[in-house]
């Protein structure tokens, strides 16, 4: 927690873009020059139809893709100069990210404690605390692929969680997932805010956002198109319905960008082959 | 940290393996009960071999001689072999041998007979008239010895059993006749046969049991090793990709090469295990059937495959180490490619393909452990483990530096690549997309870059070994100088330096710069690079003649090009300069140093792209002798492009160095008797000519001094440079991306 008094934003991410090579597309650009920051104890929204960017935004957080231009700093570790220390600060929850069929729940989650470095003892209590909070401990020596998808959802949290890690990111994290067991995850999200943890929470469902969420930012076609918390937008726009408001956004932005113009950029191909 | 994470991965990729069923059953299961059924299936073809009876019919007009009989009582006599398993059917029969051998035919077909033998008529009054002797003259047709037929089709297995044992049964008859025939005439029989031949083998006991072994055991231990490998592989890779862990496990703490590294340790754990399985699997049953076989009291087994030597085991087993690394290393690269388990499976066979001819290589008669055979991949590592089972160990020792030093460059570059696989972001996060080759030719045309691509630069160099490969086997032999001038330059102008333009204008942006044409920053660089060419000349000469010492021509390899440098040096010197040195200078300068160099800089790597384009400009050479030569000179000349800029002093590199060696082809010794700087240039010992190595030694330092100059020359920031990928950064790219926009719209 000390970190965090003089460290007041725990991501700060600016003029990210990432363009690659496609057969069909030419040079698409998935993400176009994105800045944000987000700080302790908040839950940041990232709001946005499907193909928006919002992925793979999330993958260079987590260092897993590289970006083109651009930085990002996850907890005072730059995710292009320093990957592995950055890793540690995250943890990763995604619809992408699964867990393995050929283990079971504990042995998943000590795996990636083991991972991070943490020693036999304070690992294992610090399993045994997550799997009571999480109520796994019924799938404790359950295999992967016996568990249902909201189980498996719990192992990633778990698994997310092993480390401690100051800054969250959940990606499409209630995709697959019913009503009850959402409405568990969204608590959980809530509580880990209420233990100073940075959150960024993407999705494309605005009620989500809507309960949940500090700040929020609408991306669309690789761009922010709004930031700031929910009144903030309300105001500004003078639209009380966020769906509403974000689809005025969109066909606005639709109308001063054609989308081909925008998608066929002519950044050399070479750039990602290297 | 590194180690404590490498273990923690290999442990749990270990676990995993070893609690999915299939790789349980692949590695384990299957080679227990492969060997043990392969056994009891050769067993039983055996023994239906020996147990089936052959249907023999015997065709004769009359009766067969009398004495020694062939037939006791409507069966073959037991005199001349063992007529247990022949069945015969005597047909007295007096027609023409067509009808018979049609007849036989149709009857072999029905099954109703295995093999015919027909006897001609007057078999037996024949062979009373040679009994007698009464004529000697053994040269007129009527008094030549009958001929027996026997009918039989190759193509059933049935029919072929029955064809050798009634000829061995026929053979000792005849034997028996030609014995009692010289009794007749008062002869001993030991007059047919003036002497015995005997053998003695003088390789020890040891020997003889390996010679066998040591040829199979590697190989089998490869190809298992590279099977074990492949499978686990595709899961631990491409698999881990379809189910999505993969990239849970890129956003824990562990480094990318600390995953390569424990992916790779499970895989070579799997590819060992598959390896000594199999081969203990092999080893027990072939134990086990040699010890039924002797206890059935069968006569003798033609090859000794009891077991070989625990000093060839343990020898196996250590060298198991990097074979499995290597293809572990291999298969971790492709799989690491392949999007799904099933992409992944596509491409074994391709592995497969190119890693069995190299295997099958060491397997040839007269593949032998020498420094040419050692430099091989996996051939010479082959043949090592073969001299050390054998015993050899002067041979092992001698050759083992080349031999393991291969093994392990190859190992690095496999793992190299393994791991730069998993840093490729366009490798991991690869969606499928439908291919459309039209869509394709679009995609590269509008999306066409400035320089050409790596990819495109590799499909050039394929279009011309191709063209090459095709165009030595289609284009005749040439007779003539006028033919071999001609084919020469259709193959350069229109298969190398056609393509290389054609490529550069369709594909890219700026063709003058891919092909290098514009003019050095340094004009002077131009006669620099001539005189290095001079200066280099005596010293390739003699790697050359080291290379034909290390890899000797064959004779009838020899022999032709024989006859093409007679052609060369028929023809005028001024033909043979256009021919031999200008054209090549221009055509494969444009496409090597210019289209396919230029394309894989784009890589990054200027001297991994100079290796790779020396490689492909060897291979374009055909004979390997040549190869590796020109291989070496294609080195220089990338240098000298890289370092220049354009493709003129590498025009001029090459220009001179074949200009000389035309030259040099054509001096005579008398010539260099008469000239005085001639003879201090050439030493015409042995009728060859030769540099003097005093002048060999001056010209290679004035070459080192040329290469450094060439070496400290300012990299002109010009075209290319301006233009090469590098790891990505906005103040860099910014500018060519708007600039390119700008371009694209005013296209």
């Known amino acids: 927690m000390d970190a965090l008094s003089y460290n007041a934003k725990m991501i700060e991410v600016r003029e990210l873009s990432k363009s690659y090579a496609d057969l069909r597309r030419g040079q698409f650009t998935a993400l176009a020059g994105v800045s944000f920051s987000a700080r302790p104890g908040e839950i940041f929204g990232l709001l946005g139809p499907n193909g928006a960017g919002k992925t793979t935004l999330l993958r260079i957080l987590s260092t897993v893709l590289q970006p083109t231009s651009g930085t990002a700093i996850v907890g005072g570790c730059d995710v292009v100069a320093q990957p592995a220390l950055a890793r540690k600060q995250i943890g990763f929850v995604s619809a992408n990210t699964a867990i393995y069929d050929r283990m079971t729940a504990w042995e998943m989650v000590e795996y990636f404690g083991r991972l991070h470095g943490i020693a036999p003892e304070p690992l294992r209590e610090r399993m045994e605390s997550l799997f009571a909070r999480l109520a796994m401990n019924e799938i404790r020596d359950l295999p992967g692929a016996k568990m249902s998808t909201g189980m498996k959802q719990k192992v990633s949290i778990a698994r997310a969680l092993v480390h401690d890690p100051p800054v969250l990111i959940f990606d499409e994290a209630t995709i697959g997932l019913d009503v009850l067991v959402a409405r568990a995850l969204l608590q959980i999200i809530a509580q880990l805010r209420e233990q100073g943890k940075c959150i960024i929470f993407s999705t494309h469902i605005m009620r989500e956002a809507e309960r949940l969420c500090d700040a929020i930012a609408f991306i669309h076609r690789g761009r922010i198109l709004t930031t700031g918390s929910l009144e903030e937008l309300r105001d500004r726009f003078e639209e009380p319905d966020l769906e509403e408001l974000f689809f005025g956004l969109i066909s606005d932005n639709d109308q001063k960008v054609p989308s081909s113009k925008f998608h066929v950029s002519g950044l050399p191909e070479r750039a990602l082959l290297t | ?747």
């Open chain 2, 1 to 747: 940290m590194f180690f404590a994470n490498i273990r923690l991965i290999f442990l749990r990729e270990l676990r995993d393996q070893l609690r999915d069923r299939r790789t349980l059953f692949a590695v384990v299961v299957l080679p227990l009960l492969l060997y043990p059924l392969l056994g009891v299936l050769i067993f039983q073809v055996q023994q239906f071999l020996k147990e089936h009876t052959s249907k023999i019919r015997i065709v004769t007009a009359d009766d067969l001689p009398p004495q020694p009989r062939l037939l006791d009582g409507g069966k073959l006599a037991a005199e001349f072999g063992d007529p247990r398993h022949i069945e015969i059917e005597i047909v007295p029969s007096s027609k023409s041998f067509d009808d018979i051998r049609s007849q036989s035919q149709a009857d072999i077909a029905l099954g109703l007979c295995d093999a015919v033998v027909y006897f001609p008529p007057d078999f037996a009054q024949q062979l009373a008239r040679i009994r007698a002797g009464n004529d000697k003259r053994e040269d007129k047709p009527e008094n030549a010895s009958p001929e027996t037929q026997i009918i039989f089709d190759a193509a059933r297995d049935k029919s072929r059993v029955a064809q050798q044992r009634i000829e061995s049964i026929l053979l000792h008859w005849r034997n028996s006749l030609g014995e009692s025939n010289l009794e007749a005439s008062n002869v001993s029989a030991i007059a047919a046969r003036p002497f015995n031949l005997k053998q003695t083998d003088v390789a020890p006991a040891v020997r003889r049991r390996v010679a066998l072994w040591s040829k199979i055991l590697p190989f089998i231990l490869m190809v298992w090793a590279l099977t074990g490998a492949f499978y686990p592989a595709v899961d631990l890779c491409a698999g881990e990709k379809e189910r999505g862990t993969l990239e849970t496990l890129l956003t824990s703490p562990a480094a990318r090469q600390e995953i390569v590294c424990g992916k790779l340790l499970t895989v070579m754990t799997f590819s060992m295990a598959t390896a000594i399985l199999n081969l203990a699997s092999m080893l027990a049953t072939g134990a086990f059937i040699v010890s039924q076989i002797q206890r059935m009291g069968a006569a003798r087994i033609p090859l000794d495959i009891s077991a070989p030597p625990i000093s060839a085991l343990l020898c196996l087993l250590l060298a198991l180490v990097p074979i499995s690394a290597l293809f572990s290393a291999l298969s971790l690269a492709i799989a690491a490619f392949a999007r799904s388990s099933k992409e992944g499976h596509y491409y074994l066979v391709p592995l497969l393909m190119l890693s069995l001819p190299l295997m099958m290589l060491s397997i040839v008669p007269g593949a032998e452990l020498d420094l040419g055979f050692s430099l091989i991949p996996l051939t010479g590592l082959l043949l090592w483990l073969r001299a050390f089972i054998e015993g050899q160990y002067f041979d092992v020792l001698r050759f083992s530096l080349p031999v393991l030093g291969m093994t392990a460059l190859c190992c690095f570059f496999a793992i190299r690549w393994a791991v730069s696989q998993f840093n490729n972001e366009s490798v991991l996060f690869r969606e499928s997309e439908r291919f459309d080759l039209i869509q394709w030719f679009r995609y590269l045309h509008r999306n066409r870059q400035v320089l050409p691509t790596a990819g495109q630069a590799v499909l050039l160099a394929l279009l011309i070994l191709l063209a090459r490969f095709g165009f030595s086997l289609a284009a005749p032999q040439p007779t003539s100088w006028s033919i071999m001038a001609m084919t020469t330059l259709i193959l350069l102008i229109g298969f190398v330096a056609v393509p290389a333009c054609l490529m550069s204008v369709l594909f890219t942006r700026r063709p003058v710069h891919t092909l290098l044409l514009r003019p050095p920053a340094f004009s002077a660089t131009i006669p620099i690079a001539a005189l290095l060419a001079a200066a280099l000349h005596p010293l390739l000469l003699w790697l050359n003649q080291g290379i034909a010492w290390l890899y000797p021509l064959n004779p009838l390899a020899a022999a032709k090009l024989g006859e093409i440098e007679q052609m060369f040096l028929a023809a005028p010197l001024w033909q043979a300069l256009a021919v031999i040195c200008l054209a090549p200078a221009i055509c494969e300068e444009l496409a090597f140093r210019g289209f396919i160099l230029s394309g894989l800089r784009q890589g990054g790597r200027d001297w991994t792209a100079i290796f790779i384009t020396s490689a492909v400009f060897g291979l374009a050479h055909g004979i390997l002798q040549q190869s590796l030569g020109a291989a070496v000179i294609g080195v220089v000349i990338g240098f000298v492009a890289v370092k220049t800029g354009s493709l003129w002093p590498g025009v001029a590199y090459h220009a001179v160095h074949n200009g000389l060696s035309v030259c040099i082809g054509r001096l005579t010794v008398e010539a260099i008797d008469t000239h005085s700087i001639l003879r201090m240039l050439f030493d015409s010992a042995d009728g060859q000519i030769l540099y003097r190595w005093p002048v060999a030694i001056i010209a290679g330092c004035v070459a080192l001094g040329l290469l450094w100059w060439l070496k400290s020359l300012p990299s002109s920031p010009r075209g290319e440079i301006l233009y090469r990928a590098r790891p990505a950064t906005t103040w860099y790219d910014r500018p060519i991306a708007s600039r390119l926009e700008h371009q694209h719209d005013a296209a």
